[in-house]
């Protein structure tokens, strides 16, 4: 009797410690990646991956600018017409739009840091094979395929917004400017010493250094903890320095690349993870077109294209229009300006009657370019206290403005300081519509939605070197007119913009 009552009592304590067992667990923690951006902070890493991939707005001007200090000298050694120019800036463009989309497809299905590269290996590689370029043909085919390069730089800018906690955001991007301005100065200084001496051949092969040397930084490791070292490979994914975004691999499903990469970015600047584990939906849906026009994002996608195409139209008009001006001395003032600096001399005009550029000339477009720095203080308040949509009605309304004081007769200086101003206003229009596209679109989509804004963006930029180039000589008010206007348009829709970004996190899935 007994032995059977301690059976009994081991069998209800042998329940008992089962019923325990069984007991729920305690819910545990759980982060998402954005939490964890906020969590880590701005630190080291962030401004390191600021310079790495700012540097590709050096790679970009460079690029870009190129055919401005170029366009002289091929006009004279093959005897272009107006039309053929400005054919060139053309076909750059056309490449560009084309495959702006496709590569935006492709970073929101395969990933950014993948097509980054891509497009360095690419746009450097065309880049070269143009200084061999045998005919004008072979010129602006293989300058059209340097376009389609390019347009896969704005992925750097979509890895370093998708790092940035929400606050920096709106101080850090516009600071990128920084770099397309070098990029310019860079590419006009050496025009200036190299096009005079040894031609516009080797000045397109120095020119794709830089582009080389980028390509190169995507060698570059992270040095991994001591305590992951003897972790199998598996477990330490993404070694590279430049490393995938964390909210593509979460949208994805690769959790633990994403975790991976957050806990280097945390050490790197001495910070913490969240507590927990991160945990994301997965989203199969991604870098869908319909996406963009579905009823959520329409208006906000159809104000935004317009907007990227008049901004492209105006910056490359301003461009190609300041160095149309200097090439045929179009306006009053610059009559005076070149007798003034005594650089229009006999040896400035090329022997089949076209003008190259003088000293003077270059020296007026660093003076211009230098303007697109001039207001990112004044940029980045307006971004950061009277938010996205007004700071950039503001400027493009500013910028409607001052081409049509390009039509005032005035001194030399008077109109270096118009096309300062116009420089400074439509470096600030791209500063702020880049941020605003970057933020408006969740991770599924916001390849896309840069890549086909910046496709559209090109069709402002194919258009303008017919407007600054061809119509500016016929009909120099209404050219400008043109260019006014549509800045007009640009500034009804950026106030009309349906969402506002600022202060809002990142939007993970639609």
Known sequence: MATQQKEVSNAIGLEEIGTERQEPKKEQKT???????????????????????????????????LIAVVSPLIRCEWQLNDWQVALVTTMVFFGYMI???LFGLLADRYGRWKILLISFLWGAYFSLLTSFSPSYIWFVFLRAMVGCGVSGHAQGLIIKTEFLP???RGYMLPL???????????IIGLASVINPTIGWRWLIRIAS???IILILAFKLRYSAPRSQRDLPDASRELPQFIPESARYNVSTGNNKAAVATLERIAKMNRSVMPEGILVEPVNERRGR??????????????????IWLGISFAYYGVILASAELLERDMVCSLQTAVKELGDDSEESRSPCHCRLFAPSDYRIMI???????????????????????????????????????????TTSTGLIGFLFMLRALVAANFNTIYIYTAEVYPTTIRALGMGTSGSLCRIGAMVAPFIAQVLMSASFLGALCLFSGMCVVCAISAFTLPIETKGRALQQMK
Request: proline share 2%; net charge negative.
């Open 31 to 65: 982060f998402t990646v954005e939490e964890a951006v906020e969590t880590i902070g701005f630190g080291r890493f962030h401004i390191a991956l600021f310079l790495i991939m700012g540097s590709t707005g050096v790679v970009e001007a460079m690029e870009i600018m």
């Open 99 to 101: 495959f702006s989309i």
């Open 166 to 168: 929400t606050k920096y």
């Open 176 to 186: 990128s400017q920084v770099f397309w301005l070098a990029g310019s100065l860079l």
């Open 209 to 211: 250094i830089p582009g």
């Open 289 to 306: 077109f319909s996406d963009l026009l579905d009823s959520k994002y329409l208006r906000t996608t159809l104000q935004i294209w317009i």
């Open 367 to 409: 003076i211009s370019t230098i303007g697109e720095i001039a207001l990112n203080p004044l940029n980045i308040l307006g971004i950061n206290f009277l938010g996205r949509r007004l700071s950039l009605s503001i400027t493009m309304g500013c910028t409607a403005l001052f081409f049509l004081f390009l039509n005032i007769c």
